[in-house]
């Protein structure tokens, strides 16, 4: 009965309440997803390899893991979730990232946090997507999250069409942290890692706070080495 019950509401739900992909708008069968399997199974995973050897910026960095390459579908859905206000999709992509890159497959992680928003513009939108994510896999991590282990004193403009050098100069004393973190090992969440600039100044930072070890994680990245 309860069963019956269940399926008439999820019924009656479907049709209140469709559940489409964002994608290609598709139904979506699982209701806690807003991406369908058929467009899910197009992103590319790195099949969790550390490319800290690769990264441009890798000061106080000791680990950095991405889950799928930034192609197109992984782009849009970034890009969704960063303008649209879609905190469930967020969530959606940390939990997918945590099938990716298996917590047991790491070092030890003692608490996630997210890289604070990175423009005046972003502050305006009042969301950070990367606290989003932040939390949709810490839960399928099963690892704490707190948001506020970084402030953010310098807002600038986007990065995206700044040089690799220009990068690493924009992130220059861009933020501070107030916390004392008892060698804890810390994962920092963002949606991209490109050269890793911004990342590093963020595990510097925590780093002289006391942090034992960073690791960064990220949805996506462009390519490793970039
Ligand atoms: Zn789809």
């Known amino acids: ?15 209140v309440y469709p559940n489409n992909c964002v994608i290609c708008n598709n139904y979506v069968e699982e209701s806690q997803n807003c991406i369908c399997k058929r467009c899910f199974s197009r992103f590319e995973p790195t099949w969790l390899e550390d490319w800290i050897d690769k990264l441009r910026f890798p000061e106080g960095i ?5 889950s799928w390459y930034a192609i197109d579908a992984v782009n849009d859905i970034i890009h969704n979730v ?4 879609q905190p469930r999709l967020g969530e959606e992509l940390g939990r997918r990232m945590a099938a990716e890159i298996p917590i047991d497959e790491l070092g030890e992680i003692d608490l996630l946090t997210a890289i604070p928003l990175n423009s005046v513009k972003n502050r305006e939108r009042g969301y950070n997507q990367s606290e989003w994510i932040c939390k949709g896999l810490a ?3 099963n690892v704490p999250y707190q948001y506020n282990l ?33 060698s804890l090992s810390i994962a920092i969440v963002d949606d991209v890692i490109t050269t890793g600039a911004t990342l590093s100044a963020c595990a ?3 780093k002289n706070c006391g942090a034992s070890k960073i690791t ?6 462009p390519q490793f080495g970039y």
Not at 216 to 221: F, K, L, R
Request: charged content about 25%; overall charge positive.
């Open 1 to 15: 009965m309860a069963y019956l019950l269940q399926s008439v509401f999820n019924g009656i739900k479907d049709i």
């Open 62 to 66: 000791d680990e950095v893991y991405s």
């Open 82 to 85: 960063k303008y649209h206000n």
């Open 139 to 141: 839960k399928a991590w």
């Open 150 to 182: 970084l402030k953010r004193i310098k807002y600038t403009s986007t990065q995206t069409d700044l040089s690799a050098t220009e990068r690493k100069k924009n992130m220059e004393n861009a933020f501070t942290s107030t916390n004392t973190i008892d």
């Open 204 to 206: 510097v930072v925590l």
């Open 216 to 221: 960064g994680v990220s949805c996506c990245t």
